[in-house]
């Protein structure tokens, strides 16, 4: 079994998964500024920021594999934007690389793609944020590469879709993951044999799927779940239904803002 550094460990991610791994046998470190709630006895918790040098220095002592799962998960003005996902993305690498830890997984998001139309082939490659946070989340993959190449890491740069228990909507349909299979992309990450920077999508094993598993599979991700056992959903609204950012991408949701 393995030893997981969980950033942004009170956050929804964390807590979604972290009974899945105790329940798998693995050793967790828990980092995070708020209480975590519930520790069990295969984790530790750490209460602080991965801005802080010496917390990140302390976290990583045993660690195996970093999860990187900290950080701002909406829109919010460029200077928090920066200091938190780009500036404390810089600064989990750092850290992993000074204490020796040589793989990460590294939560990306589709809306690093979000201005893409849906189903446009090759999409997977090539960044077109629709937010300031979609920005945060390409400037977390360029880091990761830099990270991997310079250094001889793997991580794998995981563009999440709709991390959720269950689906509830028909776009939900095409972008759901269930922490089951966020786990199975902990563990394969944990495991693969292929060293370098991956981009993949983080998302189950969707019937009716945007995102091409291949790439996962590549480094060893099989999900097993699919949206399809829920159908069917009522609608979602959303400002432009053929753009995978969805609501990210529309005019009520301004660059910038609080949201």
Known sequence: MSHFLLTGAA????????????????????????????????????????LDAGTLDEAMTGV??????????????????????????????????????????????????GFWPVGTPGAELVPRPDTYYGVSKVAAEALGSVFADRFGMTVVSARI???????????????????????RLVEATDQTATPGHHIVYAVSGNTKGWFP?????????DPRDDAEAWAPFPPEPQADPDLIGGAFADDEHPLGGTW
């Not at 929804?12 to 069990?40: C, F, N, S, Y």
């Not at 990187?68 to 850290?95: C, F, K, Y």
């Not at 909507?169 to 269930?178: A, G």
């Not at 598993?213 to 991700?221: A, K």
Request: aromatic letters at 4%; a neutral charge.
């Open 213 to 221: 598993l291949g790439p996962g599979r590549d480094i060893g991700y």
């Open 64 to 113: 195996d594999t970093v999860v990187h799962m900290g950080g701002l998960s909406r829109e919010r003005p460029w200077e928090d934007i920066l200091a938190t996902n780009i500036d404390g993305t810089q600064r989990v690498l750092e850290a992993a690389h000074r204490a020796g830890v040589r793989r990460a997984l590294l939560a990306s998001s589709t809306h690093a793609i």
């Open 161 to 183: 879709g709709t991390l959720s228990d269950i689906p509830r909507s028909e776009r939900h349909r095409h972008t759901w993951l269930s922490y089951a299979d966020l786990v």
């Open 11 to 50: 956050g929804m991610a964390a807590t979604g998964i972290r009974p899945l791994l105790a329940a798998a046998g693995h050793r967790v470190t828990l980092l995070d500024p708020a209480p975590v709630a519930e520790v069990a006895d295969s984790e530790r918790a750490l209460r602080g920021s991965f």
